[in-house]
C-alpha cells in the first residue's frame, strides 16, 4: 500500500514497484490508507510523511496500535 498525497510521485513509485511484480494499491492520506486497510491487508506499507488529514507519523501510530495491523512492516518516505 502506497499512502502519498502527490500523485505524480505515487505513480512514480507504483510504477517501480509494479515493474518489480508487485501489486500496489494507494491511498492519498492516512486516513483514506485507514479506510482501505479495513478491506486489504498488504504485506507492506511505504508512507509519505507530510501529507493532509493525518501525516504519515500519525498514521503509523495508529497501525502499530491495531492488533490486526501492528506487524504490516511500515516504510515513512519523504522527498524532505
Same mark, same amino acid.
Do not use: G
Given at each position: 500500500l502506497i499512502v !502519498?498525497?502527490?500523485?505524480t +510521485? &505515487? !505513480?512514480q513509485l %507504483?510504477? #517501480? $514497484? !509494479? !515493474?518489480s511484480g508487485y501489486k500496489v494499491s494507494a491511498a492519498a492520506n492516512g %486516513? +483514506? &490508507?485507514l &479506510?482501505? $486497510?479495513?478491506e486489504l491487508k498488504p504485506a507492506l506499507i511505504i508512507s509519505d510523511i507530510v501529507m493532509p488529514e493525518m501525516d504519515g507519523y500519525e498514521l503509523c501510530h495508529r497501525i502499530k496500535e491495531d492488533d490486526n #495491523? %501492528?506487524?504490516i512492516p511500515f516504510i515513512l518516505l519523504?522527498? #524532505?
Open positions: !502519498e498525497d502527490s500523485p +510521485q &505515487a !505513480e %507504483k510504477y #517501480l $514497484l !509494479e !515493474e %486516513k +483514506q &490508507a &479506510a482501505s $486497510l479495513r #495491523l %501492528k506487524n519523504t522527498s #524532505l
